[in-house]
């Protein structure tokens, strides 16, 4: 009797509680075009090469060599609109297709396969989502281990690149790699954030900036530190390349237990820049002499335009159009952000919030990291000595280059030559997460 006097009252709680779940997962879910397609040469468009097995457009009746003109009415006019289409597309969503072939017009509607998601054994994953103060909802992905009562957590802060945090079946590489060991030999609750427009979170990577990044993150902190299996305590930011300088400041404002920054840098943007062309003419043969002509004529101009005068590389070179030589970088991005992104950087004090760290700091800095200068570690361990910080360490691994791979010299990385992974680097900073919340292996 009493069961049957509370159905309205249950059913009126489940109807709430199903409602609530819908309402809270609205991102949809990526997918892969299973076909290689390149942007086309001498004009608009992206062509089909080849397919997959399986693949929706072949199944569509499109064939190698047929030219994408149009996908949901967007013209496919250049690398930056081609590459916001082809990391947008989305599973049970009808994409309408537009190509040419042989002169011919071809319409037609392709559903996608939504993508698998990722899986470990003896762990649960979570696919959630965050809404960032700039309104952006973006994916995260939550794995624990199958234990009872609050666990220890690290929260992975990726780079600034636009490249996906999930580690999808078929996917490979050393950065996946050291993904999937952090979180398979952790032993901890690990949380990673997909940026706007990355894998399946809303926005568009390409025009997003530094502040929205940093935005998502501290929107995906304060849900990790809300979930009941989660001790907020515990938790250890690890990042690497751009995450590695956000940590201290991420630390420093939600109280977390300690800091792994992977290949990081302490000076500001312009001054990185301006120490990356430098190896970088040194890798291509330069003199010395030839070397400082070029900085001075070029590089310091070229990075002041964007940097320091808030201007497009565009603007800089209208300017300037001896630089145009020598800018690889787009009208008005760099490394595939826009940028607003490097402006903004420029301007936050990354570098402060070292001095104000008082939680344990372990740094990893690679031998053959051309990327990174090896003397910024040297400053940031200078500035937490002064500043009375005691538990700090640096591991400089030999060969270790910015992308997870050893390679036998910084030049051979540099040119892109085959390297070789090493599980000493994510065995380290497991070690030292774990260290971290005093968890036993």
């Known amino acids: 009797m009493k069961i049957e006097a509370k159905k309205p009252e249950l059913l009126l709680i489940l109807f709430l509680l199903i409602g609530g779940l819908l309402s809270a997962q609205n991102l949809g879910r990526r997918a892969l075009w299973q076909a290689k397609i390149t942007l086309s040469e001498g004009g608009p468009g992206a062509t089909i090469q080849s397919f997959q097995k399986n693949s929706p457009l072949e199944r569509e009746g499109f064939l190698p060599g047929d030219r994408l003109i149009r996908v949901n009415g967007i013209s496919i006019l250049d690398e930056e609109i081609w590459s916001d289409i082809f990391y947008g597309l989305r599973g049970d969503t009808p994409i309408q297709i537009e ?54 957590a690290i929260v992975l802060i990726g780079g600034l690149s636009c490249s996906s945090i999930e580690t999808y079946p078929g996917r490979k590489g050393n950065w996946v790699q050291t993904i999937t060991d952090l979180v398979e030999k952790s032993g901890m609750v690990v949380m990673r954030i997909e940026k706007p427009g990355v894998g399946d979170s809303d926005g568009d990577c390409g025009q997003s900036d530094f502040l929205m990044d940093l935005a998502g993150y501290r929107a995906a902190i304060r849900s990790l ?98 630089l145009a030589k020598f800018n690889y970088h787009g009208p008005a991005h760099m490394y595939g952000r826009p940028v607003r992104y490097y402006q903004q950087l420029q301007d936050f004090n990354l ?91």
Do not use: C
């Not at 939504?114 to 992905?141: A, C, D």
């Not at 070397?291 to 964007?306: A, H, Q, R, S, T």
């Open 225 to 322: 530190k809300s979930k009941p299996y989660v001790d907020p305590n515990k938790i250890v930011v690890y990042g690497s390349s751009m995450g590695s300088a956000l940590a201290p400041l991420l630390a420093n404002e939600f109280s977390l237990a300690g800091v792994i920054s992977d290949g990081t840098f302490f000076k500001t943007w312009y001054e990185h820049m301006l120490e990356i062309e430098r190896r970088i003419l040194q890798f291509q043969g330069n003199t010395e002499a030839e070397i400082v002509e070029k900085m001075n004529d070029y590089f310091i101009p070229l990075y002041y335009g964007m940097l320091i005068e808030k201007k497009t590389y565009q603007e800089v070179v209208d300017a300037y159009p001896a």
């Open 99 to 152: 190509a040419v072939r042989n002169g011919s017009l071809i319409k037609k509607e392709v559903r996608f396969d939504p993508l698998e998601m990722e899986s470990h054994k003896n762990l649960e994953t979570f696919y959630e989502e965050v809404t960032s103060t700039y309104g952006i909802t973006q994916r995260t992905i939550i794995t624990k281990p199958q234990k009872k009562g609050k666990q220890p």
């Open 351 to 441: 570098a402060g919030q070292w001095e104000k760290l008082k939680v344990p700091v372990r740094i990893l800095r690679g031998t053959n990291d051309w990327i990174m200068s090896s003397f910024d570690n040297q400053m940031i361990l200078e500035v937490l000595k002064r500043n009375g910080h005691s538990d700090h360490k640096l591991l400089e691994y030999p060969g270790l280059d910015h992308w997870n791979t050893i390679h036998e010299t910084a030049k051979n990385s540099f040119e892109g030559k085959e390297g070789k992974w090493d599980e000493g680097t994510i065995l380290a900073i497991i070690e030292w997460a774990q260290e971290m919340v005093s968890l036993q292996p």
